[in-house]
């Protein structure tokens, strides 16, 4: 997320923000209404007016965010205590410790299909859910088997249920996502701004392209701290754009969010008839890279069949890794295969048509398929020798294919990561186990044993807390369109977005990925700078705790919350560069729901909250 975190610069709140407001009865209040309509000898009904206590964990970049939110609160009866933490890793250890009541998280679905908008966040067990209600498990369940024209009732009736008669979640808005670039160094064509998929660093290239080889790309992140180098361990921000550039995948997302083969390791894909059989045809032209004496080597070992099936299977298998924390994303994969027989290609339909699936397989080739090869050293494209992969799902279930262009779905070298990790998963000790990916690994202090294999563009030789160096895979698609351009490229570490915009109009980077709408007004005064802006899947949302809080076991408190957000105050700030969010499914559903802020239902709740204490 999948990167999952957007937030906004600290910034002041403008004196001319209008919050909402309710007013509670005070007990003389109720005491001088109760005298003049009642007799003297009824009992008086009085109301705890005592502001609640409510804990709002946030990170110091989301401060205007976390601001806006804590005056709407305590406009509407909340003493908000703020529990502001410098970083992601910080904000992550208070909230798995529980220090909060409601948490503001975010969430971008970086495969632009709506099951991974909801899967991960909301079903029981799910790799980030805190959730357990089984009537939203059957809604997302049931929905994932659906068309879009199915689809939309279902989703409807799920956010029903989450929103508006649970309230797990509150939402904020959704976002345009934005990056801003200097076209004085960067040629404008080559930069692509994509609805969902992470940036991709192999098209990124110099005006002057005599630069490709002596001078690094100097590119940004907030976060030092990398979850995980091994692409089904992690599914944040820290990590999402990294590997999806250090680790090819069997199919891309255009800008627009639709499924290709365009830039992926397969030359093209075929959903078999019935929704359940997907093919791969793969390409011959990719090699794994490695770092040797902190330096980028072709390993020589290609990437193959052998490798697809591995990555595939692992990242479906909860018990491949321990914190594995992307495999509900694949749980719909059931089996994957090679193919080694062309009559199964021949005797097969492809989905919705009368073609088969080979001559669909073989569409655009130059050469057809005349042999399938178990080995990935014999595949020859200009033979016609391939390889085939065969794809099988639980359930008839298109949308996998979205969650084969996600990063967590990267391919991985089978021989490499059986190499390394030879721990038992089940005991897996934390002090001396180093699995495959482990940053410190290539983290400049520690004993440096860099231990990656890629299969993407890039690959990140080491790193410190200042910055990350990644080197061209000299075995990518080389000679190709896709063959990265830009020998090196330097992830500079800079946690304060205003310090980041500084480092950019400075020339210290070229490239600030997800810039804050708040600064697009100094970003076009700049006239070397240029911004790019589309809207995104991404969503900010307050998420309460599920367990040792009050707002664990009353939906009254956590309705009250809800219905103090005002989300046009959040769009007025944001000068309209922000948008309305029912869930995180709104950007890519349009269900018809919308929370509108409401005093009185405010007031409501908080009464029949406190009457219950």
Known sequence: MSSKLKFAAPLLLSLSLLLSACTLTTKDDAASSNTGNKSANEPVVSVDTTPVDIELLGMSSSETDLNIVRDQL???????????????????????????????????TVTGNPDYAVRSLFITGGDYSILSNPEIDALINEASTQTSDEYQATYKEFEEKLVFENAYIAPLFSSLKSQVFNKEVLNQDSVRISKSRSLPWEELDYNDTSKRSTEPLLLQSSTPTLTSLDPIKGNDGSINIINTNQYVRIVNLTDDDKVTSEGSLSLNHVIGEGNSDYYFILRDDITFAKIQDKKVVDSGERVGANDVIFSLLRAKDKDSVPDHRTYTLHEHIQNVELVTDIAALESQTVSGGSGTVKSALESGLDVGITQLVADKNEANHQEGKYQVIK?????????????????????????????????????????????????????????YNNTLYTSGPYILAHKNDYEATFYKNPGYMKGTEHEPRIETIKVKFIKDADSALSALRSGEIHLYYGVSETKFDVIKSDSKLTLQTIPSNAVSYLLFNTSNRPVADSADLRKAVLYSINQ????????????????????LVQTGLELVADPAKVKEHLQAYQAGK
């Not at 944001?574 to 948008?579: A, D, I, L, P, S």
């Open 568 to 587: 046009d105050e959040f769009l007025a700030y944001y000068g309209g560069n922000k948008f309305k969010a029912t869930s995180t499914l709104s950007p």
């Open 391 to 447: 794809l099988t799902t639980t359930e008839p279930f298109p949308q996998v294919l979205n969650y084969l262009a996600h990063q967590s779905a990267g391919i991985v070298s089978e021989k490499q990561v059986k190499a390394i990790n030879t721990y038992d998963v089940a005991a897996f000790d934390v002090n001396k186990d180093i699995p495959y990916g482990d940053q410190n690994t290539v983290t400049e202090g520690n004993q």
């Open 74 to 108: 305590s406009k509407n009866g909340f003493n908000v205590k703020l529990n502001i933490q410098p970083d992601y890793g910080s904000f992550k250890t208070q909230q798995d410790a529980g220090n909060y009541d409601i948490a503001l998280s975010s969430w971008t």
